[in-house]
């Protein structure tokens, strides 16, 4: 069954204390990406990366990090150090060559109480 | 930095009317898609226009790509309550990977 898996679905955490979300995807793609959604503002990049060992910062990088030792896997960490990490978190990945159709997983939703 | 902007944020329509949403990039695109988000879910891809001027068609969904690359709309005639959901676009500059959608255009239907 291919596809792209994000987990936990649900996440809380207490402030101050950093958290890694899950991505994994079996689907061979090179491109991978994180996404916050907050409602009223679409969705915003917060990393992406197109080959494995190499990542770019996106528009909302500040306090987050991510790693990409392995071309299935792209976790990302949100760090004590972002300000609001409440959110609707979107991992997608994006087959090799010219861009094209981005395949979601089904988000994360990240509380901090 | 790029931006694509999307308007109306919201469209409360009539079942059976027809309506467009926008979409504005601040630099010239490679190409701009289309994805419907359900409420609860996650986005879904529609479509990809690469072409200059380029118009495809599903159904009842009519996508357009501006001339100059910069803009795109999404027609929908005869809504359905099955087209409720938020509709966004995304673009990407000329060989680059970095993917950035408009805010979206949430859509509820009046039966």
């Known amino acids: ?113 | 930095g790029q931006q694509v902007m999307q308007i109306p944020q919201y469209q409360h329509v009539q079942e059976g009317e027809d309506f467009t949403t926008y979409c504005n990039s601040s630099t010239t695109l490679s190409n701009i898609q289309w994805y419907k988000q359900r409420p609860g879910g996650h986005p879904v891809f529609l479509i990809q226009l690469v072409k200059s001027g380029e118009v495809k068609k599903q159904k009842r969904l009519t996508f357009q790509f501006g001339e100059a690359k910069k803009n795109s709309s999404l027609h929908i005639t005869a809504t359905q309550t099955t087209d409720v959901g938020t509709y966004f676009c995304a673009g990407a500059r000329s060989n680059d990977y970095k993917l950035s959608f408009g805010a979206g255009t949430t859509v509820t239907v009046r039966a």
């Open chain 1, 1 to 113: 069954d291919g596809g792209i898996t994000q987990s936990p679905k649900y996440l809380f955490r207490k402030e101050g204390q950093n958290v890694t979300l899950s991505c994994e995807q079996n689907l061979n793609h090179d491109a991978m990406y994180w996404y916050r959604q907050d409602p009223g503002q679409g969705l915003r990049l917060i990393y992406y990366s197109q080959i494995v060992n190499d990542f770019q910062k996106g528009d909302i990088a500040e306090g987050y990090s991510v790693s990409r030792e392995k071309k299935e896997s792209f976790p990302l960490t949100v760090t004590s150090a972002q300000k609001n990490p409440t959110a609707f978190y979107l991992c997608a990945s994006i087959p090799t060559g010219a861009l094209s159709e981005a395949f979601f997983g089904q988000g994360t939703r990240l509380t901090v109480v």
